[in-house]
T-cell receptor
Framework: GENVEQHPSTLSVQEGDSAVIKCTYS??????FPWYKQELGKGPQLIID?????GEKKDQRIAVTLNKTAKHFSLHITETQPEDSAVYFC????????????FGAGTRLTVKP | GAGVSQSPRYKVAKRGQDVALRCDPI?????LFWYQQALGQGPEFLTY????????KSGLPSDRFFAERPEGSVSTLKIQRTQQEDSAVYLC?????????????FGDGTRLSIL
C-alpha cells in the first residue's frame, strides 16, 4: 500500500518569511495529492490540491509542486502570517475507485510575529 | 451550516461500554469516509461508503467497529466493548464524487476518551 512521509515534523519561521513542507510517497500509481491545514480542535481543512498531470499549482500565498519521477511533492507558503500557524498534512491517493487516502504524520508550523 | 457535522464533539466512556458516533455529511455528497486520528498523527482510514453501500472496511481495526449509512446520508460509527486503545479523534469526511481522489471535506471530529 501507499506510504507517505512528511518533513519536517515541526517548523518555526518569522512572520513574512517563507515555509516549505515536503512529502514523499511510495506508490507510483498515486495521482491526487491534497494538503490540509488543521487547527486545534478542528477537522482538517483542504487548502490546495494537485493532480499528477500538473507540476505546479498556486493559490495566492500557497503553492504546491509535484515531482512524479522522484515521487515527492511540496507545499510552499510565502509571506507567512501568524494565522498560518497550524498543523499541515499532506496526503496521497490513487484513482480508479480506490478508497485509501494516506496521510503524512503532519508538520506543526509556528509563525512568530 | 453547509459543512460536515459530527456529534457528539466529545465522548467519555468506561472500558467495555458501547459508543455511537454520528456524521452528517454535506448534502448530496456521494462518498463518506471515517478516519481515526491518534494524538500527533495524521488521519488513518477506517471505512468508505458510496451512497448507502459500504465498499471498503479494510481499515476497521477489529470486529468491535461497525459503520452504517442506511439511507445514503447520515452515517454512524459504532464501537462495541470499548478498549483504552480506542481513545482517539474520529473524523468523518464527505466528497461529491466517488473514490478517494476527490476533495474531501472533514468535520471537526468526535474526541473519544475511554477510561
Amino acid at each position: 500500500g501507499e506510504n507517505v512521509e512528511q518533513h519536517p515534523s515541526t517548523l518555526s519561521v518569522q512572520e513574512g518569511d517563507s515555509a516549505v513542507i515536503k512529502c514523499t510517497y511510495s506508490d507510483s500509481a498515486s495521482n491526487y495529492f491534497p494538503w490540509y491545514k488543521q487547527e486545534l480542535g478542528k477537522g482538517p481543512q483542504l487548502i490546495i490540491d494537485i493532480r499528477s498531470n500538473v507540476g505546479e499549482k498556486k493559490d495566492q500565498r500557497i503553492a504546491v509542486t509535484l515531482n512524479k519521477t522522484a515521487k515527492h511533492f511540496s507545499l510552499h507558503i510565502t509571506e507567512t502570517q501568524p494565522e498560518d500557524s497550524a498543523v499541515y498534512f499532506c496526503a496521497a491517493s490513487i484513482s480508479g475507485g480506490m478508497n485509501d487516502m494516506r496521510f503524512g504524520a503532519g508538520t506543526r508550523l509556528t509563525v512568530k510575529p | 451550516g453547509a459543512g460536515v457535522s459530527q456529534s457528539p464533539r466529545y465522548k467519555v466512556a468506561k472500558r467495555g461500554q458501547d459508543v455511537a458516533l454520528r456524521c452528517d455529511p454535506i448534502s448530496g455528497h456521494v462518498s463518506l469516509f471515517w478516519y481515526q486520528q491518534a494524538l500527533g498523527q495524521g488521519p488513518e482510514f477506517l471505512t468508505y461508503f458510496q451512497n448507502e453501500a459500504q465498499l471498503d472496511k479494510s481499515g476497521l481495526p477489529s470486529d468491535r467497529f461497525f459503520a452504517e449509512r442506511p439511507e445514503g446520508s447520515v452515517s454512524t460509527l459504532k464501537i462495541q466493548r470499548t478498549q483504552q486503545e480506542d481513545s482517539a479523534v474520529y473524523l468523518c469526511a464527505s466528497s461529491l464524487a466517488q473514490g478517494s481522489n476527490q476533495p474531501q471535506h472533514f468535520g471537526d471530529g468526535t474526541r473519544l476518551s475511554i477510561l
